[in-house]
């Protein structure tokens, strides 16, 4: 089975209860959510029980909530106390831990409206999460997918809504069907957005390319990349990158909270043009110092 799946012994928080994971089977099939995708996440990390950048990761959550025009029925302080219960009630007191606040619309209308004033449930769920602060993750393949990010306008791009997730989902289908491990997608006017679910930096001598955060979510590890790379000489350049410019860079990672830095050792961006990366120094320079900001935050 896969490694990322949610714990089978944990507990999970739904509405203020903690719920075994086997009896957690709570949402009815005429759900708003489960027919128009009208549901929110987040995706949080927890290393030795110490939960990094939860301020940020709540209000994104609630900020995602009110995209949607998702009534939670509970504040930001709620929440943090929801996150600190699954933790501490799952023991996740040493090593890594991702953990995924949730929150659907129940059965309100059949149709695609929703009503605003219908309240949502929220879960609190997790696993534990291999650890991708380790250094020693081998390099990923990328495919330069087919499916292109839509325009802003037709998008909530600072929405963790799953209904953004569509094309993300194809194309990892489309790469996995080539056999390729990750995905970089273009925007519609053709410049690097990000990748399927990750941000996305190129790197030149002591310079950090990256897509302006107008057609990618703009991720809390991105934040974390451009400080850290402030902070060591790097100058950090908001860019539109086009596919055929990818090949005078010497480094190319992604990041996300749930991978955090991956190293990227190829992109096929046609069944004739495969770029390859040789060197990871800057890579694992950022990875480094990320996991020292993750275990000291
Ligand atoms: N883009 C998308 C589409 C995402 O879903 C994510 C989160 N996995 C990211 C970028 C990275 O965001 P963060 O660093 O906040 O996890």
Same mark, same amino acid.
């Given at each position: 089975?896969?490694?990322?799946?949610?714990?089978?012994?944990?507990?999970?928080?739904?509405?203020?209860?903690?719920?075994?994971?086997?009896?957690?089977?709570?949402?009815?099939?005429?759900?708003?959510?489960?027919?128009?995708?009208?549901?929110? &996440?987040?995706?949080?990390?927890?290393?030795?029980?110490?939960?990094?950048?939860?301020?940020?990761?709540?209000? $994104?959550?609630?900020?995602?909530?009110?995209?949607?025009?998702?009534?939670?029925?509970?504040?930001?302080?709620?929440?943090?106390?929801?996150?600190?219960?699954?933790?501490?009630?799952?023991?996740?007191?040493?090593?890594?831990?991702?953990?995924?606040?949730?929150?659907?619309?129940?059965?309100?209308?059949?149709?695609?409206?929703?009503?605003?004033?219908?309240?949502?449930?929220?879960?609190?769920?997790?696993?534990?999460?291999?650890?991708?602060?380790?250094?020693?993750?081998?390099?990923?393949?990328? /495919?330069?997918?087919?499916? @292109?990010?839509?325009? $802003?306008?037709?998008?909530?791009?600072?929405?963790?809504?799953?209904?953004?997730? /569509?094309?993300?989902?194809?194309?990892?289908?489309?790469?996995?069907?080539?056999?390729?491990?990750?995905?970089?997608?273009?925007?519609?006017?053709?410049?690097?957005?990000?990748?399927?679910?990750?941000?996305? &930096? &190129?790197?030149?001598?002591?310079?950090?390319?990256?897509?302006?955060?107008?057609?990618?979510?703009?991720?809390?590890? $991105?934040?974390?990349?451009?400080?850290?790379?402030?902070?060591?000489?790097?100058?950090?350049?908001?860019?539109?990158?086009?596919?055929?410019?990818?090949?005078?860079?010497?480094? /190319?990672?992604?990041?996300?909270?749930?991978?955090?830095?991956?190293?990227?050792?190829?992109?096929?961006?046609?069944? @004739?043009?495969?770029?390859?990366?040789?060197?990871?120094?800057?890579?694992?320079?950022?990875?480094?110092?990320?996991?020292?900001?993750?275990?000291?935050?």
């Amino acid at each position: 089975m896969s490694q990322n799946v949610f714990e089978e012994n944990s507990l999970i928080w739904i509405d203020g209860n903690l719920i075994k994971y086997k009896n957690a089977n709570c949402v009815h099939v005429a759900s708003h959510s489960l027919h128009y995708a009208s549901s929110i &996440f987040e995706g949080i990390i927890a290393f030795d029980g110490k939960v990094f950048e939860l301020p940020r990761h709540v209000d $994104r959550f609630f900020n995602s909530a009110a995209t949607l025009g998702i009534n939670l029925n509970l504040t930001k302080q709620n929440l943090i106390d929801a996150i600190s219960q699954v933790i501490k009630e799952n023991n996740y007191v040493n090593g890594l831990y991702y953990i995924r606040p949730l929150a659907w619309r129940d059965v309100e209308d059949a149709t695609i409206k929703g009503y605003k004033d219908g309240i949502a449930h929220v879960a609190v769920m997790s696993r534990r999460l291999y650890n991708c602060l380790n250094k020693d993750i081998s390099p990923i393949h990328l /495919l330069l997918s087919s499916w @292109k990010k839509p325009p $802003r306008s037709c998008m909530p791009y600072d929405c963790k809504g799953s209904g953004n997730y /569509l094309i993300p989902i194809l194309s990892k289908q489309e790469a996995r069907n080539k056999g390729l491990d990750d995905v970089l997608l273009l925007d519609c006017d053709g410049f690097v957005a990000e990748g399927g679910s990750t941000n996305s &930096f &190129f790197v030149k001598e002591k310079s950090l390319f990256t897509p302006y955060p107008i057609h990618c979510l703009n991720g809390i590890t $991105r934040q974390n990349i451009m400080t850290i790379a402030k902070n060591n000489g790097y100058s950090v350049i908001e860019a539109n990158i086009r596919p055929d410019e990818i090949e005078n860079f010497d480094e /190319l990672f992604l990041t996300g909270t749930a991978v955090g830095i991956l190293a990227v050792a190829s992109i096929t961006l046609s069944s @004739k043009t495969k770029i390859e990366f040789k060197k990871f120094d800057a890579t694992n320079f950022f990875k480094q110092m990320y996991k020292e900001r993750v275990i000291n935050f």
